[in-house]
């Protein structure tokens, strides 16, 4: 069976860092892309960006809303991607889901598998 | 970017009726590109929808999508208790975006 848990929300204050955990099992975390997806509360779901496969180089893409402030590694050894947001301000203050892609691949396409979120509040 | 508009913001219904859910997209959008996803509260989104019409794995068949160009329907011919839920649409054909979603409320 497919799994995907994040870890590593809270609250936190505008300016400081916070780290994402996406712990994967039930199938061959590396072969896949893997996505983070934001939703604000009570608001619609945002992509923030995502990670290709090391047979496609391992590179990654992001959302101009995030770019240059929020970094995406994977550990495919451990099959943890993770989601490093530096330079937090309140609105990213959302429940931040990884997502498994269908693709491998050089571009983000579309995601069958979900962890259940974890919330970030960005608040002093 | 391509926005993506979905219509009505909310569908109120009652179980058996059909709904009909509208995605309009700001420019074409190959169809192979458009997918349609179930969120209900407390959850993840799970992907109901993709090719703008091929139903993900375990979907029922009351749920269908069409459409093409700019224009995407989503429909479910009998509205079951717990179809009750918010749906998105998204698209892939350039960068990723995400429609606002519609809410089907029992009525």
């Known amino acids: 069976e497919v799994q995907l848990v994040e870890s590593g929300g809270g609250l936190v204050q505008p300016g400081r860092s916070l780290r994402l955990s996406c712990t994967a099992s039930g199938f061959t975390f590396g072969y896949y892309a893997m996505n983070w997806v934001r939703q604000a509360p009570g608001k619609g779901l945002e992509w923030v960006g995502f990670?290709?496969?090391?047979?496609?180089?391992?590179?990654?893409e992001y959302a101009a809303s995030v770019k240059g402030r929020f970094t995406i590694s994977r550990d495919d050894s451990k099959s943890i991607a993770y989601l490093q947001m530096n330079s937090l301000k309140t609105e990213d203050t959302a429940v931040y889901y990884c997502?498994?892609?269908?693709?491998?691949?050089?571009?983000?396409?579309?995601?069958?598998?979900w962890g259940q979120g974890t919330l970030v509040t960005v608040s002093s | 970017e391509i926005v993506l508009t979905q219509s009505p913001g909310t569908l109120s219904l009652s179980p058996g009726e059909r709904a009909t859910l509208s995605c309009r997209a700001s420019?074409?959008?190959?169809?192979?590109?458009l997918v349609w996803y179930q969120q209900k509260p407390g959850q993840a989104p799970r992907l109901l929808i993709y090719?703008?019409?091929s139903r993900a794995t375990g979907i029922p068949d009351r749920f269908s999508g069409s459409g093409s160009g700019t224009d995407f329907t989503l429909t479910i011919s009998r509205l079951e208790p717990e179809d009750f839920a918010v749906y998105y649409c998204?698209?892939?054909?350039?960068?990723?975006?995400f429609g606002g979603g519609t809410k089907v409320e029992i009525k």
């Open positions: 420019q074409s959008v190959s169809s192979s590109y």
């Open positions: 997502a498994r892609d269908v693709s491998s691949g050089w571009y983000p396409e579309l995601f069958d598998y």
């Open positions: 990670i290709r496969s090391k047979a496609y180089g391992g590179t990654t």
């Open positions: 998204q698209q892939y054909g350039s960068s990723i975006t």
């Open positions: 090719g703008a019409s």
